[in-house]
């Protein structure tokens, strides 16, 4: 069984950050970093099967706003290195979330040099800069609400709101420091700039594109082939309904009858399964026993 545990670690491992290898989580031995131990954000980005969600929702959602969709299809490889794309992602993440405050800090000033360079026009004309900060804040308030969302279903269903809205204060601090500017920092003022968002959100195709490409990217292994299916229609099944209209992607209520239970009984593998990911390693760099 240990080699079974190991060989499913290996193959969570691979998709993260942790496969890069630049970021050292377990010392110096007590530095706190961001937010520490104590943090909702530790507790809702250290469990993988719901970041894993609410990545993909996260995705899906981004996209339907058309500079943040510019953007990406017109100075990204993701088309080319889908693999490469999410380790990065997910090791910003990772970093910003559990790194030393030097390694959170070092990254967040990467992140805001690549977005210096990342500038064009939309389909329709319309300039856009990755640093622009309603930008930034659209971006983050895409991704934070779905890694909520993902959390409240697969991990913590009676997370209270006063801790929910703790989350999004957290959060918003790596936001801002990127640049974003009216961050919300609340359930109900996500709910509310989400909705003021909505008339200029929208779907072509280029968005289907991308939809299309994450949604059937090809597993990294047999092994990890029905446990990413089922991943990839939970992350559908996250977006918020109107969103999922946009893109024209749903569920049946069979579908979701399978995907629910699914993704639950993974992310029990998983949780067993997983004893070196950031998460795990930064409570040991805080003398501290994982709890997820």
Known sequence: ??????????????????????????????????????????????????MMCGGISALLLQMLHPLALAGVWDHSNFREDMLGRLRRTSQFISATTFGTT??????????????????????DGTPYEASDPQLLTWVHVAECSSFM?????????GLAVSEQDRYYREAARIAEALG?????????AIADYLQAQRPQLCSDGR????????????????????????????????????????????LSTL???????????????????VRNAAYHCAMRRMGENPVL
């Open 255 to 273: 579908q979701r009858h399978i995907v629910r239970p699914g993704v639950h009984g993974i992310a029990r593998v998983l949780r067993a399964s």
């Open 1 to 50: 069984m240990e080699r079974v545990r190991a060989a499913i670690e290996r193959q969570v491992l691979g998709l993260t950050g942790i496969a890069l290898k630049e970021i050292d989580y377990e010392h110096p031995a007590g530095e706190p970093g961001l937010f520490g131990p104590r943090s909702v954000i530790w507790q809702v980005h250290g469990d993988f099967t719901s």
């Open 207 to 250: 968005t289907r594109e991308v939809a299309n490409l994450l949604l059937n990217a090809p597993a990294p292994s047999r092994l990890a082939r029905l446990p990413g299916a089922l991943m990839m229609r939970a992350g559908i099944d996250l977006l918020p309904d109107w969103a999922a209209q946009i893109l024209g992607l749903h």
């Open 149 to 157: 969302a993902a959390h409240l279903r697969y991990r913590r269903p």
């Open 180 to 188: 974003a500017r009216d961050v919300p920092t609340s359930s109900a």
């Open 102 to 123: 030097r390694d959170a800090e070092r990254l967040i000033e990467r992140v805001k040099h690549i977005h210096l360079q990342v500038s064009g026009r939309a389909c």
